[in-house]
């Protein structure tokens, strides 16, 4: 009996000892997830985005015969520099001698015929005066020396005309430039106006560039532009926006756009150039950039991850965009500056959740 209450009271003692050996159990593991983050602080004004433009003359002639015929000379190349009143192309002027000819010889038969009217006038009134003339053929021989005086002031104009013509068979440059193109070859019959030379003029020059119908507003505000040209990095000209299409094209549906450069370097920037145009300055206010990759679209709605400091755990927050340049962004609201903003990493968080700031993190 003694041995069965030992057993038992052993039993109880190593249960007790067994109980007291089961570990307790621990908290879940909580995943802290490395990010990159950013400061939103404010800078001195809004950087809006780059146009690529081309660099052209503000004034481009199309130059083209004022009356038409057979090309016999092309007295200059596509490139070259050439002066006001400077040939450029020449037609055949045969058909216009002929023309100047006939002309001239119209303008000697009426000018005859004036002198005949004269002479005859003043005959009549010879006989008038002795009573051999009535007045009504007096009056009659001045009419006809009015209607001699008529055509020879026409065939006087006629003849300027043709003599026009004959000047106008040689082109001309009508201001200092450079031949940007040229439409036709010797041999080849053109029509009286015609495009036939492109002339860019020397002096201004302009970067004309194509704006999407959501920056207008952008550009037309823009207190600086800023013009670049990837032949010369690290250079920039000063821009004026010069003018704006009322209209957009209608193969691209964007506006077209002329730019000002301020005081050009003719020796570096060349015709047909690659341009860049930017607005550096805005709206004149500070303003808040986040990289691309900080922002967040959930349900069409944009937003970041916010780090509470203290906590070290993210919640997100809405925010509205503004203009994009390159790989950042604009915010117009939803921030007020000084947040850390998580920067890479921002598809795998979750509200809540703890954070480590990787090494080049803002902190």
């Not at 400077?86 to 119209?106: F, K, R, T, W, Y």
């Amino acid at each position: 009996m003694k041995t069965h209450y030992q057993s038992t009271a052993l039993a109880v003692i190593a249960a007790q000892l067994l109980a007291g050996c089961t570990p307790a159990p621990t908290a879940p593991h909580e995943e802290v997830r490395p990010v990159r983050t950013v400061v939103a602080g404010r800078s001195a004004g809004t950087v809006g985005a780059a146009y690529s433009g081309e660099i052209r003359a503000r004034y481009e002639s199309q130059l083209g015969f004022r009356t038409g015929g057979k090309i016999v000379a092309r007295l200059v190349e596509v490139g070259a520099h050439v002066r006001q009143g400077q040939p450029l192309l020449q037609l055949d002027p045969s058909q216009e001698q002929l023309q100047m000819a006939a002309s001239g010889a119209d303008t000697d038969a009426a000018r005859s015929r004036v002198a005949q009217a004269r002479t005859d006038l003043q005959r009549l009134m010879q006989l008038q005066a002795r009573n051999f003339a009535s007045a009504a053929e007096l009056d009659q021989q001045r009419l006809a020396l009015d209607q001699a005086e008529a055509q020879l002031r026409a065939a006087q104009a006629r003849q300027q005309i043709n003599s026009n013509l004959r000047g106008y068979t040689t082109l001309v440059a009508d201001r200092d430039g450079v031949v940007s193109a040229i439409g036709a070859e010797a041999g080849q019959v053109v029509a009286a106006g015609q495009p036939i030379v492109t002339l860019a003029a020397d002096g201004e020059r302009e970067v004309t560039i194509s704006i999407p119908e959501s920056r207008v507003d952008e550009l037309r505000n823009a207190s600086a532009l800023q013009v670049t040209v990837w032949a010369h990095p690290g250079q920039s000209w000063k821009g004026a926006l010069r003018q704006l299409s009322p209209d957009t094209d209608s193969v691209t549906r964007t506006y077209s756009a002329r730019i000002t450069i301020v005081e050009p370097d003719p020796a570096r920037l060349r015709l047909g150039m690659t341009a860049s145009v930017a607005a550096p300055d805005v709206d004149g206010q500070s303003a808040i950039r986040l990289p691309m990759t900080a922002i967040v679209d959930r349900d069409g709605r944009r937003q970041v991850w916010v780090v509470d400091p203290k906590q070290g755990r993210v919640a997100p927050r809405q925010v509205q965009l503004g203009s994009a340049q390159n790989d950042s962004v604009l915010v117009v609201g939803g921030l007020a500056g000084g947040e850390t903003v998580v920067s890479a990493g921002v598809h795998m968080l979750q509200p809540g959740q703890r954070v480590a700031l990787e090494a080049g993190g803002a902190k």
